[in-house]
């Protein structure tokens, strides 16, 4: 895909300071999108328009997305990738974690389409690129929150797919494995925990292990794929997940 498609476009990313989100806004930026980067904390040096914004709380994803359309009069592409983590058994599992777990990465992705479907109606060819996980496909113990929010996001994408179809609005979720990620680097020590593991096993005993290829993946190949569905290439993918997983739903 020629990156000269997604030029002059405007794209909104959540997560955007760090990872998978930071990676992906770069990869936009560096084709010649307009980006708003959305974060808690938003890295004033990275990639894109930085924009402050707590995502759990609903208002604020009316503001990300007022914003966008602010800067940049339009709104091209929404890249739902915020995201954060709890390790625990389901008994032990604190309740404030589940509601702001599930609120940021199913009802933040809910409301930025809700807030942004007017726009990417007016775009010519509206995308909206969620980074799901293939958690979304699988369960692994400790995950109540994260698992049960990721199947749910996948879907809110199969329906955002069936309302935007006439409207020539695409919807995906990119399922991938295991990114190299302080998301990731931040569960080793729970991981370690609930497992009864030292900390430097995690990676290979628990981490990679679901993996048929034993290797994280790179954010940048993440955001590679979701530059490819952002242009005239991806326009068939729509309602489903992108699986890009090592291997892990092979078995």
């Known amino acids: 895909m020629s990156d000269q498609h997604l030029a002059g476009r405007a794209a909104l990313v959540t997560g955007a300071a760090s990872g998978i989100g930071r990676a992906v806004a770069a990869r936009l930026e560096d084709a010649g999108m307009s980006v708003l980067a959305v974060d808690l904390q938003p890295d004033p040096d990275g990639p894109g328009s930085p924009f402050q914004a707590n995502l759990i709380e609903p208002a604020a994803n009316a503001a990300a997305v007022a914003a966008a359309l602010a800067r940049f009069g339009r709104l091209d592409l929404v890249v739902p990738n915020a995201g954060v983590q709890h390790v625990a058994p389901v008994e032990e599992f ?3 974690r589940w509601q702001s777990i599930v609120a940021l990465l199913l009802t933040s992705p ?4 809700k807030h942004a479907w007017p726009a990417l109606r007016e775009a010519d060819s509206g995308r909206f690129v969620a980074i799901a996980s293939v958690h979304g496909l699988v369960a692994s113990p400790f995950k109540a929150a994260y698992v049960s929010a990721k199947h749910g996001l996948i879907g809110l994408i199969k329906t955002l797919a069936l309302e935007g179809a006439d409207a020539g609005i695409t919807a995906v979720a990119v399922c991938p494995g295991y990114v190299r990620t302080p998301l990731v680097e931040k ?4 991981q370690a925990r ?12 628990v981490i990679l292990a679901p993996h048929a290829v034993k290797q994280l993946i790179e954010p940048a190949e993440v955001a590679d794929v979701v530059a490819f569905l952002a242009g005239p290439s991806g326009r068939a993918f729509t309602g489903v997940p992108v699986t890009m997983d090592q291997g892990w739903s092979a078995r």
């Open 94 to 96: 604190p309740e404030e």
């Open 110 to 113: 809910f409301l930025l389409a």
């Open 187 to 190: 569960q080793i020590a729970d």
């Open 194 to 205: 609930v497992h009864g593991l030292p900390e430097e096993d995690v990676l290979e005993q």
